[in-house]
C-alpha cells in the first residue's frame, strides 16, 4: 500500500510538472533582434583589386651586343635625362670605327685618283680633236680619246659614291660606338637593374632589357579589372578609395581618369581595366603592391538608411497587415503599387510590439545600410532584422536598439 502511494505520488508530480511547462510554453513570445532607422550618409561603390604602377615606366635596352664594362647606377637611384647608367665594352666598335675611318680615307684618296685620270683623259681629247681637225690622225683615234674621257668621268662618279659609302660605314659604326654608353632617356628613379658587370648582352634578335626607370613616383596608378556587370556604373571623374596591404591602416584617395574598351575574358568571366590616377607626395606607394580599390558611384548626404538585414527578414506568415501606418495600402493596391522607375521592397517593423509589414522605396546601399527614398518610415522606426528566439526575463527591458519582443 505504501509503495502504491509513493508512486502515484511520483505520478501526481510529474503531471503538476509538465502542466506548468506547458502553461510557460504558451505564455512565451517571440523575441526579435532589431534596429533603428538612422539618417546620415551613404556611398555606393564597386569594389575590386588592381595592381600599383608608375604612370610612366621606361624599359631602357641596348642595340649592340659586348660586355657590361661599368655599371654606375643601382637600384633606387635618382637619374637625369641623358645620364650615364652603363659602359658596355668599347674595344670591338672603336676597331670597327678606325677600319671605316680608313676605308674613307682610302675612298677619298680613290676620287683624288680617278680626277687625275679625267684631267689626262680630258687632255688627250682636246689634242685629238686639235689633230683631227688638221687630218693628222684618224678617226677612230678621236673616238678612243672620247671614250676614255667619258670613262674617266664614270670613275670619278664612282670614286665619289665610294666615298659617300665609306662615310656612311664610319658614321653606323661611330654610332653603335656611342651605344656602348648607355644614356637614360628620361629623368626618374631606377626600379629595377637587369645586368651585372662582366655580363655579355646579345642583341642580335631582340634588345635586351638592362634597366626599367619610372618617371616620376610622387604621381602613380592602379590597373584595376571591374566585372562586366559593374562597369556600366564607373565613369571618368569618380572618386576613388583604396588600402594596400602594406599600410592597412591608411585610406588612399584617387579618381577615375581612364576606362578602356577592350575586354579581357579568364575563364568565360569578362572584366574591363580601370585606370585610377593617385597622388604619391610620401612615396608610400611602390610599383606592384597590389591595392583594393572601392570605386564611388553614389553619394547621398543626410538620408535615412536602414540595414540591409532588413531587407532580408522575412516575416511571419499570420502576420498580414501590409501597408502604410498612414494610408493603410494594402498591397496590389494602387496606393501601394510601385511607381515608375522605383524599387520597392517589403520590410517588416515593431508596432506596439507586433510585426507590421511596411513597403518602402529603397535608392542606393553600400553593403551595409541601404537608403529609403519612398514610404512611411521616419527616423528612430523600429525595424526587424531577425527572430532571435524565445522571451526571458533580460528581454522585459526595451532597448534602442537590439532585441524587442
Do not use: C
Not at 74 to 80: H, I, K, M, T
Not at 126 to 148: C, G, K, P, Q, V
Not at 327 to 351: C, K
Amino acid at each position: 500500500m505504501k509503495k502504491k502511494l509513493v508512486i502515484t505520488g511520483v505520478l501526481v508530480a510529474a503531471l503538476a510538472l509538465g502542466g506548468y511547462l506547458l502553461f510557460q510554453k504558451k505564455g512565451e513570445t517571440v523575441r526579435y533582434r532589431t534596429d533603428r532607422v538612422t539618417r546620415g550618409d551613404l556611398s555606393a561603390a564597386v569594389t575590386a583589386t588592381g595592381t600599383v604602377s608608375a604612370v610612366t615606366t621606361v624599359t631602357v635596352g641596348t642595340q649592340v651586343s659586348g660586355t657590361i664594362k661599368q655599371i654606375f647606377v643601382d637600384y633606387n637611384s635618382l637619374v637625369r635625362k641623358g645620364q650615364l647608367l652603363a659602359q658596355i665594352d668599347p674595344a670591338l666598335p672603336q676597331a670597327r670605327v678606325d677600319q671605316a675611318r680608313a676605308g674613307l680615307q682610302s675612298a677619298v684618296a680613290g676620287v683624288e685618283k680617278a680626277e687625275s685620270a679625267l684631267t689626262d683623259a680630258q687632255r688627250t681629247l682636246e689634242r685629238n680633236r686639235t689633230l683631227y681637225a688638221r687630218n693628222y690622225i684618224a678617226r677612230s683615234d678621236l673616238d678612243a680619246a672620247e671614250t676614255a674621257h667619258r670613262s674617266a668621268q664614270a670613275q670619278v662618279s664612282v670614286a665619289r659614291a665610294q666615298v659617300a659609302q665609306a662615310r656612311a660605314t664610319l658614321n653606323a659604326e661611330e654610332t653603335n660606338l656611342h651605344y656602348t654608353r648607355i644614356l637614360s632617356p628620361v629623368e626618374g628613379t631606377v626600379i629595377s637593374r637587369n645586368v651585372d658587370v662582366g655580363q655579355t648582352v646579345a642583341a642580335s634578335f631582340q634588345t635586351p632589357t638592362l634597366f626599367s626607370i619610372a618617371r616620376d613616383l610622387t604621381q602613380m596608378q592602379i590597373d584595376t579589372s571591374v566585372d562586366e556587370a559593374d562597369i556600366g556604373r564607373i565613369r571618368v571623374g569618380q572618386a576613388v578609395r583604396f588600402t594596400v596591404d602594406a599600410y592597412p591602416d591608411l585610406n588612399f584617395t584617387g579618381k577615375v581618369s581612364e576606362v578602356r574598351n577592350a575586354p579581357t575574358t579568364v575563364s568565360n568571366v569578362v572584366t574591363y581595366t580601370v585606370i585610377v590616377k593617385v597622388a604619391n607626395p610620401e612615396l608610400k606607394l611602390k610599383p606592384g603592391m597590389t591595392a583594393n580599390v572601392s570605386i564611388i558611384t553614389a553619394t547621398r548626404n543626410g538620408i535615412l538608411t536602414i540595414p540591409n538585414a532588413a531587407l532580408r527578414f522575412k516575416g511571419p506568415a499570420e502576420k498580414t497587415t501590409v501597408g502604410a501606418r498612414e494610408t493603410g495600402a494594402v498591397a496590389g493596391s494602387p496606393a501601394a503599387r510601385t511607381p515608375p522607375g522605383q524599387i520597392m521592397r517589403d520590410l517588416w517593423i515593431l508596432s506596439n510590439r507586433k510585426p507590421v509589414r511596411v513597403r518602402v522605396g529603397i535608392g542606393i546601399s553600400d553593403g551595409n545600410r541601404t537608403e529609403l527614398t519612398a514610404g512611411p518610415l521616419k527616423e528612430g522606426d523600429v525595424v526587424i532584422l531577425d527572430v532571435a528566439g524565445a522571451a526571458s526575463p533580460q528581454a522585459n527591458v526595451p532597448r534602442p536598439s537590439g532585441f524587442f519582443r
